[in-house]
């Protein structure tokens, strides 16, 4: 064996340039090499985990095998850098710069709208670059798998797409001259001229053209280093671990039997989760990277074989090249693979993750495994000793992450069996998302038929997800076996397997119910699929039932698309004024770039140090003692902070409540900051977190749930009432009475950036600078400031812009910002301070689970007379702003309905969850729901469409009062009702709907249409305000600076269109910077859809007094150009520079009198979705949504349907996907994007249209426009009504109630129990009434 080197020098090339690491570190992951080693922060932190695509690189490498050179997507969060040996990495900064020549797929993408926030930009932009340089032209399918493994949580991806499917070849766009003759690949098919409407938010004429030989080409250097392999092994060694990576299979195996409990690294999919987010160490790991023998795959007459250290997408291009070689009977195995591969975590990880790494990890949440072993795969196991095989099945997994391999042992080959004649194989699996998600259950079957005969020769049923190792459903196989395939084989295996496949009530993973009756889904699947197929063949089965083959139908995940229509600025607008028009993001090319800054992207300044929070780990508890002595004792840990250490106040104050920063004697809730542990780096504070000791004394009550809150009588005041009418009045006067509930479960914000701040002290009469990514900078100012005892006048705050807020990053970056000040203010140092993703959702905590209980009376032709609604929300431990929160979701109660006897109250529950906070909608979703599923239900009732009982509830004429007496017109709303309703094709599409229901036994669909009316503004009025600062300079540039923030939502776009306007100078000489404390005090939050609003006042009113001075000038000399213009009053001695303000309207409510203008205005529209259930599964695919918006005279079309287009797609999640989970004890379970799933790109409505309604306008905010942030969020709402239409057409043919309860989020779970199929009614036990669940409804 070739002796390894002391430590290697690590040769690898970033953006064309070489790097020769000497000391490279194998903890070391390219992300955090990139970002602050390199300089390189284009490449973002998202996640660590794999699970968000924010970090996608490009990475190139010699194969010597196909002697060419190959790119992958990768995500360098779990790329270490040892592994990049003679690899050529390509960062989004050596793509393209807006220094020298954007990339075509930077610019399309801006151009194209596609970049909010901008933070998962660059990833985007990795993704589809590596795409073009495998395939200049690629087709729809593969720009839409290029993009599964990149999570947006701003735009919806709709436009996203728009801009890279640009780059299709136009043979391969889906062909579809589909309604309105449009084709997916057009934008802005047509302009009506004579409606001012158009459909074009950008051009394509001037893209600049794709030329593949600009890139950057690889290194030839890299090229002559892998055509000359020498077979030495590389050696690495950091701290704490030793990196050994051998060429030769044979210095593997002695490496194996040295070190046997080092493990195998390759893909580090499922290492370096371990490593980075729970913090494994293992002192030596032995790369299998550069053995060859690993990656070969091979042909032979009986099958594949496959190198373990071949990649998934390896194996899918090779799998899939078998599939077009050999006849479909002899290639079911692969066919069934590719289906598994297909959904199997995304491009990003495919391309770095083995299936020897997918197998040896155990996991039964894999999928891989089930498939194999029902194919009969064979393992070639290797070791010093020889070569041996085994078969990949039951036994071969011993425990949960152990196999039956000897540690001294390496998988060295699978062989994947060709499927013969009378063989079927399938494969199956049910995630949260249907695209990059674990699997909750995954099977694979096999059954093999006496020759020409319906009799089973031989059954194999695996399991992965119901135990801790792959299942074999043994006793079912062994019984079935010698059976005729037919009904009766079916009852039997359903029985059998329900005997046979038992789940403890407390498994971990939870959804026990479903797991099991998915056993039986899916073997019923398998049965109609074979039937189906043995009929095919001409053998002698039954027919199957018609009905049945709906069953079978597999959802394709499809690329978005869809009108979106606006009205055109009028003729005589001047074409340089740009208010009104589909303008640019204006750091849209920054942040393509990777050039636009955020927080954490700010170099480290001399001495800067890191802050990590140390937590609670119990709900509710003393704290006897902290013990930071071990933590303290590790070298470069610089101190410890708790309480005692904060200068100022330990307690952030809000309208008078107090909420601790550090939790001095008591803990209320798990994930409550108890102490912060301050380092030189951010790497060491994390591991001397894990060294801090807190004993505890559990404390008494302690309960989390909204039902034990109730029982505790535990809520915090104020209570809230509304109430118009006589209510009970309203009940005697109904024809029926209805008394239901709905539970909404809360949702995580999920803002790409993490949370975080540095924190700079002046060394000068106590100043602090900070750098934050908050919403409401003047908050975090004042909190900094008491905490520190210093006056506001000392501290400033700079926010560039924030990766994402909806809400999140108002009230908690407060609290942090302190804590990090605090750290600084002690140390004299820089402090750094960056939420890991797992942390920011156990501490910062999200939007409110909410529960509605109601009482309605209605007449039989679906009037309501009287409601009365009780609202309970979870609050969690402290109140933040979940009384306005609560007030909001009352305030929304009625929607656009007239309840002429309405009554709400509201109850915010104190309970030992994390404190609930702002989320985009700020409680109107909730409110709004629980009012449409009033309107649902009563419908349902009545036997009648749900749309005609919200017509005829519907505010009417040109004037109402809302129920809390604001006078408002509903005009708008209802036009946007009865344009939704047009636009979507409403009535012909229902009844669609009710055929392909009548016809599909295993599969419903269902449709649902709701109007909105949203109150824009602050209840509370003082907030109405705006400020803002513009300077002109000499050179004619003008410098906007106002008090909102830009958080993706183009506040800033906004404000410099307004200045524009107003100063008649071009969008390009006007810049926003910043938004700091120090240019405008005192700003309220960017929060409330009223952002723009204000700002946008504010920018007015500061350019309109600049004008105003510049105007005698201009006068006397009209031939003046600006710059002329500006130094000429310089020279008068005019001032340049003036601050604008906003008095907005004094809102407020008198909730003792049930009254007052709460809200500015409102914003209406109306939403209509399709969906279509599975009911074997619960799997649903989003079919259409229209939409209907009123958004005044939009100041930029292209960024209010980016709003309401990610607002919507934002609460599908809510209502969908998106689902916390806490365990018996408080604890947050789902703390990444692992376990927690946002939409992803396929949950995107296969069809999206999107229309600002016409002629509208708004006399209240500027230039007539509306604020749109929040109100599109609830339309989410509309797929999960659809969604239980869907499941009550499931029941009806069943013959079960119509009524049903079903909470929000509608989960593939709750969808297939509602359904309450054969499967789920067979499978149900009545075991687990008392047991300890895995996880709670909180
Ligand atoms: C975001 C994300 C999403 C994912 N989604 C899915 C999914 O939907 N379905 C699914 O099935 N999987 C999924 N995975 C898991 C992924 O498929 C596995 O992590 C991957 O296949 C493991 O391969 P690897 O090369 O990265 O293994 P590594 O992490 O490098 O190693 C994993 C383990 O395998 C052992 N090992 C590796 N090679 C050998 C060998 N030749 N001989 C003996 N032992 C060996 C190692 O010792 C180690 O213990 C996902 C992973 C991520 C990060
Ligand atoms: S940070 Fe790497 S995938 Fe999320
Ligand atoms: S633009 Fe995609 S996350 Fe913000």
Not at 1071 to 1096: I, L, Q
Request: proline residues 5%; neutral net charge; contains cysteine.
């Amino acid at each position: 064996m070739a002796s390894p080197a002391k430590s290697s020098e690590l040769i690898f090339y970033i953006n064309g340039k070489k790097v020769v690491e000497k000391n490279a570190d194998p903890e070391e992951m390219l992300l955090g090499y990139l970002r602050r080693k390199v300089g390189l922060t284009g490449t973002k932190y998202g996640c660590g985990e794999g699970g968000c695509g924010a970090c996608t690189i490009m990475v190139s490498r010699y194969d010597p095998v196909q002697d060419s050179v190959h790119h992958s997507a990768v995500t360098a969060c779990l790329l270490p850098i040892c592994s990049l040996y003679g690899a050529a990495v390509v960062t989004v900064e050596g793509v393209g710069s807006t220094k020298t020549k954007l990339h075509p797929v930077q610019e399309r993408i801006a151009k194209a709208h596609g970049s909010q926030c901008g933070f998962c930009t660059p990833g985007m932009v990795m993704s589809m670059y590596t795409l073009l340089r495998n395939k200049p032209k690629p087709t729809m399918e593969e720009i839409r798998e290029t993009l599964e493994g990149n999570l947006c949580r701003c735009t919806g991806y709709r436009p996203i797409v728009d801009g890279f499917k640009s780059f299709c070849d136009k043979q391969q766009c889906c062909q579809n001259k589909e309604e309105g003759g449009k084709c997916c690949m057009e934008n802005g098919y047509f302009h009506d001229q004579e409606e001012d409407v158009s459909e074009e938010l950008f051009g394509t004429e001037d893209f600049l053209p794709h030329d593949p030989t600009q890139d950057i080409i690889f290194p030839p250097e890299l090229l002559l280093m892998g055509k000359k392999q020498d077979g030495g092994q590389l050696c690495f060694q950091g701290d704490r671990v030793k990196w050994i990576s051998p060429a030769l299979l044979k210095d593997l195996a002695h490496l194996k039997a040295q070190y046997p409990d080092a493990p195998l690294l390759v893909g580090n999919t499922t290492l370096g989760p371990k490593m980075n987010l729970n913090r494994a160490v293992y002192p030596v790991l032995l790369h299998t990277g550069r053995i060859p023998e690993l990656r070969a795959i091979s042909r032979s007459s009986n099958g594949l074989r496959v190198g373990a250290g071949c990649s998934l997408s390896a194996l899918k291009d090779a799998l899939q090249r078998g599939m077009e070689q050999l006849n479909p009977e002899k290639s079911r195995v692969y066919q069934a693979l590719v289906q598994t591969l297909q959904c199997l975590a995304a491009k990003q990880i495919r391309n770095v993750a083995t299936i020897g790494g997918n197998i040896m990890s155990a996991d039964p949440k894999y999928d891989l495994s089930s498939v194999l072993a029902a194919a009969e795969s064979t393992l070639h196991i290797v070791s010093t000793a020889g070569v041996r095989e085994v078969c990949l099945n039951e036994e071969f997994f011993t425990g949960f992450g152990k196999t039956a391999l000897r540690p001294d042992e390496i998988l060295l080959a699978i062989d994947i069996p060709h499927s013969k004649p009378w063989e079927f194989v399938s494969a199956f699996r049910q995630a949260q998302r249907r695209e990059f998600a674990f699997s909750i259950l995954n099977a694979g079957m096999r059954v093999v038929f006496r020759d020409e005969s319906p009799v089973v020769e031989s059954l194999d049923l695996f399991y992965g997800g119901v135990g801790p190792t792959l299942v074999k459903a043994r006793t079912t196989c062994k019984e079935l076996t010698g059976r005729v395939w037919d009904e009766k084989l079916l009852a039997e295996g359903t029985q059998l397997l329900r005997e046979e496949i038992s789940l403890s009530p407390t498994a971990p993973g939870g959804r026990v119910e479903y797991r099991r009756t998915l056993v039986l889904s899916f073997f019923f699947k398998f049965y109609v699929q074979v039937l189906l197929e043995l009929k095919q063949k001409g053998i002698a089965v039954s027919d199957p039932p018609p009905e049945y083959l709906s069953a079978l139908e597999q959802y394709r995940n499809e690329l978005p698309h869809g009108h979106h229509t606006f009205q055109m600025v009028p003729e005589v607008q001047p074409f340089t004024d740009p208010v009104g028009r589909p303008r640019m993001h204006q750091a849209a090319f920054q942040q393509a770039t990777g050039e636009a800054q955020y927080y954490d992207d700010i170099p480290a300044v001399q001495g800067e140090l890191f802050v990590s929070m140390v937590t609670s780990t119990r709900a509710h508890a003393k704290i006897m003692s902290i013990d930071a002595s071990a933590a303290l004792a590790m070298p470069g840990v610089v101190t410890f902070i708790t309480a005692e250490h904060v200068p100022g106040q330990n307690r952030r104050l809000w309208f008078g409540n107090i909420e601790e920063l550090f939790a001095e004697e008591e803990v209320i809730c798990v994930g409550q900051i108890i102490g912060a542990i301050v380092a030189e780096s951010r790497e060491l504070a994390k591991r001397a977190l894990r060294l801090v000791i807190v004993t505890y004394e559990d404390v008494l009550p302690v309960f989390f749930t909204i039902e034990e809150a109730i029982e505790h009588q535990s809520f915090f005041e104020p209570k809230r009432k509304l109430e118009r009418g006589n209510v009970e009045e309203g009940f005697e006067r109904s024809d029926h009475i209805l008394e239901g509930e709905l539970y909404m479960g809360g949702q995580e914000h999920f803002y790409m950036e993490t949370q975080g701040v540095i924190a700079v002290p002046r060394g000068e009469a106590g100043e602090m600078e900070l750098y934050v990514a908050t919403q409401h900078a003047a908050y975090t100012q004042e909190v900094v400031g008491l905490t520190l005892g210093v006056e506001s006048n000392k501290i400033t705050c700079h926010v560039k812009r924030l990766g994402g807020g909806f809400g999140g990053k108002v009230m908690k970056i407060a609290s942090l910002s302190a804590i990090t000040a605090t750290a600084a203010y002690r140390t004299g140092r820089a402090v750094r301070c960056v939420l890991e993703r797992g942390d920011d959702m156990l501490i910062t905590s999200g939007r409110h689970p909410f529960l509605g209980k109601y009482k309605v009376g209605y007449m039989n032709d679906g009037t309501i007379l009287a409601a009365d609604i009780t609202y309970y929300s979870n609050g969690g431990c402290t109140l933040d702003e979940s009384s306005f929160i609560m007030e909001k979701a009352l305030l929304h109660m009625d929607n656009g309905y007239k309840i002429p006897h309405l009554r709400g109250r509201g109850f915010v529950c104190r309970t030992f969850l994390p404190s609930y906070t702002a989320f985009r909608g700020f409680g109107g979703p909730q409110g709004l729901t629980i009012i449409e599923s009033v309107l649902h239900e009563v419908a349902a009732k009545c036997g009648l469409p749900a749309h005609q009982v919200r017509e005829v509830n519907m505010y009417q004429g040109e004037s109402s009062l809302t129920h809390h007496r604001q006078l408002f017109s509903p005009t708008d709303m209802l036009r946007c009702w009865s344009e939704c309703l047009e636009k979507s094709d409403y009535e012909e599409r229902l009844l669609a709907v009710q055929r392909f229901n009548s016809s599909n036994r295993w599969r419903k669909r269902g449709m649902s249409i709701v109007p909105l009316k949203f109150g824009i503004g602050f209840s509370k009025g003082f907030y109405n305000q705006g400020a803002a600062l513009v300077n002109i300079y000499k050179d004619g540039s003008v410098l906007v600076s106002h008090g909102g923030t830009e958080m993706g939502q183009g506040i800033n776009t906004k404000a410099i269109q307004i200045a524009s306007r107003i100063l008649k100078v071009p969008m390009s000489s006007i810049h926003v910077k910043e938004t700091c404390t120090g240019n405008v005090p005192n700003a309220a939050p960017s929060a409330a859809s009223f952002g723009t609003d204000a700002v946008g006042m504010a920018v007015k009113n500061a350019c309109e007094k600049l004008m105003g001075r510049l105007e005698p000038i201009k006068k006397k000399n009209p031939e003046y150009t600006w710059k002329k213009l500006v130094v000429e009053a310089y020279c008068q001695k005019i001032s340049l520079s003036a601050t604008g303000f906003f008095m907005g309207p004094h809102t407020g409510v008198d909730w003792e009198r049930s009254e007052g203008t709460a809200y500015y205005y409102f914003t209406f529209g109306a939403c209509c979705s399709e969906v279509e259930i599975d009911c074997l599964t619960g799997d649903h695919k989003n079919i259409r949504t229209d939409i209907v918006m009123d958004v005044g005279r939009s100041l930029n079309p292209a960024l209010d349907i980016g709003q309401v287009e990610g607002g919507f797609v934002q609460g599908l999640g809510l209502y969908t996907i998106e689902e916390l989970q806490f365990s018996p004890d408080g604890a947050l379970r789902t703390r990444g994007p692992s376990d927690y799933k946002i939409p992803a790109l396929s949950d995107v409505p296969h069809i999206l249209n999107t229309h600002l309604l016409t002629n509208a306008g708004n006399p209240h905010a500027i230039y007539s426009s509306k604020g749109i942030g929040e109100p599109p969020v609830f339309f989410g709402c509309t797929v999960f009504f659809a969604i239980k239409e869907a499941i009550a057409a499931a029941r009806r043919e069943r013959g079960l109630s119509e009524s049903f309860s079903l909470s929000s989020p509608a989960t593939a779970e709750k969808i297939h129990m509602a359904c309450q199929e054969t499967f789920t009614t067979a499978a149900s036990s009545s075991e687990g009434g008392r047991c300890r669940p895995w996880a709670i409804n909180v």
